[in-house]
């Protein structure tokens, strides 16, 4: 599913869980894609509940949620 985000010619992506059951070799593969896209003027927004999975570097802002309500932002 993650793969079929990337044939279309938007410039942006949303996507929910985007490494979720992947083995840490495609999870870096799929980061690697979504910081190339970035990279080249696309925009990625995704949900996670494990922040951690994703490399410095990847994340340029970080929204925290509780309850269904914006918590704060980094």
């Given at each position: 599913v993650v793969?079929?985000?990337f044939l279309g010619r938007g410039r942006l992506l949303?996507?929910?869980?985007?490494?979720?059951?992947?083995?840490a070799n495609t999870s870096e593969q799929v980061q690697e894609e979504l910081r190339q896209f970035a990279v080249d003027g696309g925009s990625v927004i995704f949900s996670s509940h494990i922040a951690v999975d994703f490399e410095e570097g990847l994340i340029t802002r970080h929204v925290?949620?509780?309850?269904?309500a914006i918590e704060r932002i980094i």
């Open positions: 793969a079929q985000a949303l996507l929910d869980e985007p490494t979720a059951n992947l083995d925290v949620m509780k309850g269904g």
